[in-house]
């Protein structure tokens, strides 16, 4: 029997994403962002698979420090900075790149960062309201960040698009609040998220950040991801572990959600919640079941789930079962999910094997 769930992650598919990033970036500098694990395709092996990005950006300090102790010596910057003053030299002791977003990041710059010379992101907060400083802020911002003795290697300024997946106008009028906030500073910028690269509105900047784009998936609810020269970067696979027979009127699985309208032979698959599948996933969610599209029955539980084979050929256990990856994008489960792909692959949980290919 061939073995039970992990994900197959595709190294060929993430350089070859990176590629199509970098083809479509103007030029542009990337920023590979690996935060959550890579998306759940695992920090190292995938930041050491994209050796050719130009940088990697995650959310915390220990994503960072995980990177160093494995090698990776480039840029690497923390997207949402630091918050003390021991983390503040943990960050400059592994030379990582801060993002400053808040007064009381640059306060504890001014106050514990003495001989520490870092590379500065000073976030502008132009309409997502999250982290950042207002347009009115930064100039402030600024003079006290290229005041710190000694100074930093350099300050670069970044923004964060909250819609460039789906309003071109709002995409606009944020990158018309940062051209006002940097006029006349003449720093490096990074604005695009995946989104902000493949959209319609060019967004400019010295840097991108791309995330979902990276592993193989569209940020775009209409434009699938093989229009964008995406692939899939993740197979999560599994097989089945049994199959029966249910008679018509039979109910299958916790709660009797679904119920045999014919008598029906049911394939019962190693995956559940306890694995990362959402627990609300609907009947009729497809599974590729040996390549050939079935739905799913039934709730899914901590551990499998069921799917109806009736129409298929033969199925037995041991038959592979793709739940997203090749033949069935993220995208599409998410969708019947009730949520997005970067929570399908973040989600993917710790006792699932990653397997390089
Ligand atoms: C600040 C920042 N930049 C870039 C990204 C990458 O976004 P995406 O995965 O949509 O490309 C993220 C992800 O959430 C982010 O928080």
């Given at each position: 029997m061939s073995r039970l769930i992990r994900a197959v992650i595709d190294t060929g598919a993430l350089r070859h994403n990176l590629e199509t990033i970098r083809a479509r970036a103007g030029g542009a500098r990337i920023l590979a962002v690996v935060k959550a694990n890579a998306y759940g395709h695992g920090l190292v092996q995938t930041a050491l698979a994209l050796a050719r990005a130009d940088g990697f950006a995650v959310a915390r300090l220990e994503e960072g420090i995980t990177l160093r102790e494995h090698g990776v010596s480039g840029p690497v910057v923390l997207l949402e900075g630091v918050f003390t003053a021991e983390q503040l030299r943990e960050a400059a002791r592994h030379g990582l790149e801060l993002v400053v977003h808040d007064a009381l990041q640059v306060h504890l710059l001014e106050a514990d960062g003495a001989g520490q010379r870092l590379r500065l992101w000073l976030k502008i907060d132009t309409g997502m309201n999250r982290l950042g400083f207002r347009a009115r802020e930064v100039p402030e911002a600024l003079r006290r960040?290229?005041?710190?003795?000694?100074?930093?290697?350099?300050?670069?300024?970044?923004?964060?698009?909250?819609?460039?997946?789906?309003?071109?106008?709002?995409?606009r009028r944020q990158l018309e609040r940062f051209r006002e906030a940097t006029r006349g500073h003449a720093c490096a910028t990074s604005i695009a998220n995946s989104a902000g690269v493949f959209g319609e509105t060019p967004v400019g900047?010295?840097?991108v950040r791309p995330g979902l784009a990276l592993y193989g998936a569209s940020p775009f609810a209409s434009r699938p991801a093989e229009a964008l020269n995406l692939r899939p970067a993740m197979t999560l696979t599994t097989s089945v572990i049994a199959v029966r027979h249910v008679p018509r009127g039979e109910t299958v699985g916790y709660g009797g959600a679904w119920r045999a309208e014919r008598d029906s032979r049911i394939a019962i698959a190693a995956a559940g919640y306890g694995d990362g599948l959402p627990r609300g996933l609907p009947n009729g969610t497809p599974v590729l079941v040996d390549g050939r599209r079935a739905p799913l029955c039934g709730r899914v539980s901590m551990d499998m789930i069921a799917v109806d084979v009736t129409e298929l050929g033969p199925v037995a256990v041991g038959t592979p079962v793709v739940l997203w990856g090749e033949g069935l994008a993220v995208e599409e489960v998410a969708r019947w999910a009730g949520t997005v792909a970067y929570e399908l692959l973040?989600?993917?949980?710790?006792?699932?094997?990653?397997?390089?290919r």
């Open positions: 960040l290229e005041r710190l003795s000694p100074p930093p290697l350099e300050v670069r300024l970044m923004t964060h698009l909250a819609r460039a997946d789906d309003s071109p106008e709002m995409t900047g010295e840097w973040c989600g993917v949980s710790q006792r699932v094997p990653l397997e390089l």
